[in-house]
């Protein structure tokens, strides 16, 4: 069984879904609590991630796959693990928050969770950037040229795009198209939305059905 840990850096600092109503707080530009990257596998989430960190200096954490977890026969291992490293990675913005420092940068986490970010950070000042990518052979070159340990899945690839590129915006959401852009043009977009974007902090929120959203971890209660 596999487990997730959290690689993290963080700067020497310490000085629209229709179910969505949005109320009338809306918060100020620039500075934000959370930055959420997603997107397929592949799509340069850790590319732009790692960029964003390097500009605004504020904290970075992405889930990585360690071989280091055991469960009972009687556990789902899947569900359990992907619960288990939620939580923790909740825990662990929350407390950035906390110490004060902003501009925490966030993703990789299973599609699914998506739709609870709403939830989970109603009341901070965050935004959510999804990448994607309509030329898929771009997608694809990406993939398998990708560096170091990254995960190199096409059927995962193929079938995480349909569902993450086409389904309807969430609260606070924005979405950035890599196609034909270079790593520096994406990183320029992302500043743009997130030093400028409109978002709210008070909303009501329906989470939509789990079918909209894709899950790549294997278990019975997750696909």
Not at 143 to 155: V, Y
């Amino acid at each position: 069984m596999i487990a997730l840990v959290f690689i993290i850096c963080f700067a020497d600092r310490w000085k629209p879904i229709t179910a969505i109503k949005c109320l009338d707080t809306k918060v100020g530009k620039g500075m934000r609590d959370f930055i959420f990257v997603i997107g397929a596998s592949g799509v340069g989430k850790s590319t732009l991630s790692q960029k964003l960190f390097e500009h605004y200096q504020g904290a970075y954490a992405e889930m990585s796959m360690v071989p280091e977890f055991c469960v009972p026969p009687n556990v789902d291992g899947g569900f359990f693990e992907e619960l288990v490293c939620w939580e923790c990675c909740v825990a662990q913005l929350k407390k950035f928050n906390e110490l004060g420092i902003k501009n925490v940068i966030s993703g990789d986490f299973d599609d699914l969770r998506t739709a609870d970010i709403p939830i989970v950070f109603k009341g901070y000042n965050y935004i959510t950037l999804k990448l994607v990518c309509n030329d898929y052979e771009q997608n694809y070159e990406q993939m398998k040229n990708r560096g170091g340990n990254g995960l190199i899945d096409f059927e995962l690839l193929q079938k995480s795009r349909e569902k993450i590129n086409n389904r309807p915006l969430l609260i606070n959401e924005y979405v950035i198209d890599v196609s034909g852009k270079s790593p520096d043009r994406v990183l320029q977009e992302a500043i743009e939305l997130i030093d400028n974007a409109e978002t709210v902090t008070d909303y009501e929120y329906t989470k939509p059905p789990k079918e909209l959203f894709y899950s790549w971890v294997f278990s019975n209660g997750l696909r």
